[in-house]
Each structure stands twice: as structure tokens, then as C-alpha cells.
């Protein structure tokens, strides 16, 4: 879709401004069908609608792609008028009447909603990798814990059997027996330390992402509605500009109408004056010839019989 060389022979020059800005805007909705194909085709929708509504106004439309000439059924022209009547001249080119209908019509109310389900989608993963990490930190702590336990009980049991093998018992034994329940309870405490430093680990990065996420959305909220604004801002002057032009073509029409029936209404009063004069002549020229004009020709001459002999005998006296 672009400014077509029927766009350039049949536009005037604010219509072809105004393709040309829609042309931009289909662009960019291009750019943005690459990665977000439902916002994307969304705006080159509209910009297509906007190029299509100012093209009707001129009686044709530029086909899917813009460079066709079809006219619009119905569409004429007036002989005192160079504009198409269907449709109107007030037609506006964009339908929109709100800003909230400038928003959602626009493709950024589509484009928002598809940004706030790409860093939701992006959280979700988020929390199930999380509680997935952590599920298994627990579990790894939990078999950690149970193979400590066991090698506790079989170091436990050996050194007893060696001990009452080589004869000590009492004290000795007591004292090996306290080491190995002393160096269970560190393993354990140990391994529980670690499941906790690292699942308080990953619930951090968790509300680190959901923080980063926040301001990410903040950022992308703010970006759009300042090109909600510039582009209802622009939207706006170009209403304004329009019904300006609107107006002065308005005027421009109702001159030119005048005028054409002022022309006909002249040519036509010409038309009966030369005629009546005409017709005057010939029943002045019937009657010296002593003879009687008939109905249809003292008709056009305006006259009745009574009047015309009057005519001339005026003119014999």
C-alpha cells in the first residue's frame, strides 16, 4: 500500500499527505507483524482502512494493496461539482470518536495486551522453574540426610564389633560412639543450612525477576501511551485541518452550484428572449402579408391575436 499513480492524479495534496502517513503507519505494523503478528497485522489493517476511507472520498477505492482504480458504485459527478456525492464531502477519514477508540482501533491496545502476556507467560515459567529448583533441593537435602544417617548407623555398628573384637569396652567405646553421633549431627545441620541458603536463594531471584518484570511493564505502559497521545494529538490536527478544507470546499461548492445555475438560468432567459424576438418578428411579418399567424407561433411570441393586430395597427398609423 503506498501513494498510487491514481492516488497522485485523482488526490489532492492533503489526501496525499494523508496516504502517506497511513503508508508509514502500515509500515510499521510490518515491523511489528515479525514478532507479534496479531498486533501487527491489527495496525496494517487500520492504516489500510485510512488510506481506503480517504481514496472513497474521491469515489474509488486502491484495491487490497492500494495501487488499483475501482470505482465505487454509485459514485457520479455533478456538473457544477468535481467531488463524488457518495458518502459526502463531511465523511471523516477515521472513525475512531474517543481516544479510548483511538487507542483500541490503533493496534496499541492490542500490542499492550500482548506485552503484558509475554512477561506474564515469562513470570509463570518463571515460578514453576523456581519451585521446580526447589523441589529438588529438597529432596537432594532429604537424601543427603538419609545417607548420613546411614553411614552413621554401619561406622556405628563396626566400631563396636572392632572394639569388642580387640577387647575394649567402657570408656573407649563411649568416646568413638559420642564422635561419630557428633559428627552426624554437624553432617545434618550442614546439609539443612545448605537447602535453606539455596532455596532463600532462588525465592531472591524469583522476586528479583518479579520486581525486574514490574518495571519492564511500567516501561513498556508509559512507551505506549506516549505514542497514544503523539499519535491522538496528531489524529486531532488532522480533524482539524479537515473540517477546515471541509468547510472551505464547502464553500467552494456551494459557489460553483450557484454559479452553474446562475450560467443556466442566464443561457436558458437568452434561449426564450431570442426566440420570443424571433417569433414577435414572424407575426409582425404574417400580418403586413394581411395574413393571421396561428396559436403556436403567437405563443412564443407571448402575444394573443388582439395584441398583435394592435402591434399593427400602431404601426400603420
Not at 404574417?286 to 402591434?311: D, H, Q, R
Request: aromatic fraction near 8%.
Amino acid at each position: 500500500m503506498a501513494v498510487s499513480t491514481y492516488d497522485s492524479q485523482f488526490l489532492s495534496s492533503a489526501g496525499k499527505a494523508q496516504v502517506a502517513k497511513a503508508t508509514d503507519l502500515y509500515n510499521v505494523g510490518a515491523e511489528i507483524y515479525k514478532t507479534n503478528p496479531t498486533a501487527g497485522k491489527a495496525i496494517m489493517d487500520n492504516a489500510h482502512k485510512q488510506a481506503e476511507a480517504i481514496r472513497g472520498q474521491s469515489g474509488y477505492s486502491g484495491g487490497t494493496d492500494g495501487s488499483q482504480y475501482i470505482t465505487q458504485p454509485g459514485y457520479q459527478k455533478l456538473p457544477y461539482s468535481p467531488q463524488p456525492t457518495q458518502n459526502g464531502y463531511y465523511q471523516q477519514p477515521y472513525q475512531f470518536g474517543s481516544y479510548d477508540g483511538f487507542y483500541q482501533d490503533s493496534g496499541l491496545a492490542q500490542i499492550e495486551a500482548a506485552n503484558k502476556a509475554a512477561l506474564n507467560a515469562y513470570l509463570e515459567q518463571t515460578r514453576n522453574d523456581v519451585n521446580a529448583q526447589k523441589s529438588t533441593v529438597a529432596t537432594d537435602a532429604s537424601n543427603l540426610a538419609n545417607q548420613a544417617y546411614i553411614q552413621y548407623m554401619l561406622a556405628k555398628n563396626n566400631i563396636a564389633q572392632n572394639l569388642s573384637a580387640n577387647g575394649y569396652t567402657g570408656g573407649l567405646a563411649d568416646s568413638h560412639l559420642l564422635e561419630l553421633e557428633t559428627n552426624l549431627q554437624k553432617n545434618q545441620i550442614g546439609i539443612l543450612q545448605n537447602r535453606d541458603n539455596t532455596i532463600t536463594d532462588l525465592e531472591k531471584t524469583l522476586r528479583n525477576t518479579e520486581l525486574q518484570s514490574t518495571i519492564e511493564a511500567a516501561r513498556q505502559q508509559a512507551d505506549l501511551k506516549t505514542k497514544a497521545v503523539s499519535g491522538w494529538q496528531d489524529y486531532m490536527t488532522q480533524m482539524n485541518n479537515k473540517s477546515r478544507d471541509d468547510y472551505y470546499r464547502m464553500q467552494d461548492l456551494e459557489w460553483d452550484k450557484t454559479q452553474y445555475y446562475t450560467n443556466l438560468a442566464s443561457t436558458e432567459n437568452d434561449r426564450i428572449m431570442k426566440n420570443r424576438a424571433q417569433a414577435r418578428d414572424t407575426v409582425l411579418t404574417l400580418l403586413a402579408k394581411g395574413k393571421l399567424p396561428n396559436e403556436t407561433t403567437l405563443a412564443e411570441a407571448g402575444m394573443s391575436l388582439n395584441e398583435a393586430l394592435s402591434m399593427v395597427s400602431s404601426l400603420r398609423v
